[in-house]
């Protein structure tokens, strides 16, 4: 397997433009995660799902923020409008079942200028 | 409030010499502790997972241990390829949801 499939892996926008970023799980994995990391409050937790579903969004930061599985491969995390602040960097992780350990992709490093 | 706190900060060894990175943490409803490597510019890599007090996990230089309030990643005879930072995160209940929360990391650094 590829492992966790993350796209684009650098974004540099502009201030009020919409964001989007992808994410393509491991095959036969039940969970999905999207994460955020900063230097200042390190990897956190933005929402999770189950077989699709959101199950947990409490970490996502407002509503600006939108997070999306239409499909077992596939998830994306939108921002818009995006701002200076949003600037870190992203990750997608999957796993087989919650208890399980979680695989993470390479990243999105997000640039908002 | 659950936290999940790493010391040190950052540590720099020579090349052979072992030391302990530590992992405490203060939260209820522990589902497992969780150690990962992350290298500049890559995502965590996964290492080891620890569910009970008592329990060891070796691969290769590194072994983690867990009791009921920390966890411990020893390294024996480290290379400089061991160099990255090391994050612990354990799996807890928080307000109702079982969620994955991660320490702050040790940077590790071995010098040849």
């Known amino acids: 397997d590829a492992g966790v499939i993350q796209s684009p892996r650098h974004e540099v926008t502009e201030m009020g433009q919409e964001v989007t970023l992808r994410c393509k799980p491991i095959?036969?994995?039940?969970?999905l995660f999207w994460y955020r990391q900063t230097m200042m409050r390190g990897l956190e937790l933005l929402i999770y799902f189950n077989n699709n579903v959101p199950i947990d969004d409490s970490g996502m930061p407002e509503d600006r923020f939108s997070a999306k599985m239409p499909n077992a491969s596939f998830s994306t995390l939108k921002i818009q409008p995006s701002e200076p602040r949003d600037s870190a960097v992203y990750f997608c992780a999957s796993s087989l079942d919650r208890a399980h350990e979680q695989y993470f992709g390479p990243g999105t490093r997000l640039t908002v200028t | 409030e659950d936290q999940v706190t790493q010391s040190p900060e950052a540590l720099r060894l020579q090349e052979g010499e072992s030391s302990s990175l530590n992992c405490s943490y203060t939260?209820?409803?522990?589902?497992?502790l969780f150690w990962y490597r992350q290298d500049p510019g890559k995502g965590p890599e996964f290492l080891f997972t620890l569910y009970s007090a008592g329990e060891e996990k070796e691969k290769e230089r590194l072994k983690a241990t867990l009791t009921k309030k920390e966890s411990f990643l020893h390294i024996t005879a480290p290379k400089p390829e061991d160099s990255a930072t090391y994050l612990c995160?354990?799996?807890?209940?928080?307000?109702?949801?079982?969620?994955?929360?991660f320490g702050q990391g040790t940077r590790l650094t071995i010098n040849p």
């Open positions: 939260v209820s409803g522990l589902r497992g």
């Open positions: 995160a354990v799996q807890a209940v928080i307000q109702g949801a079982q969620k994955l929360v």
């Open positions: 095959s036969g994995h039940d969970y």
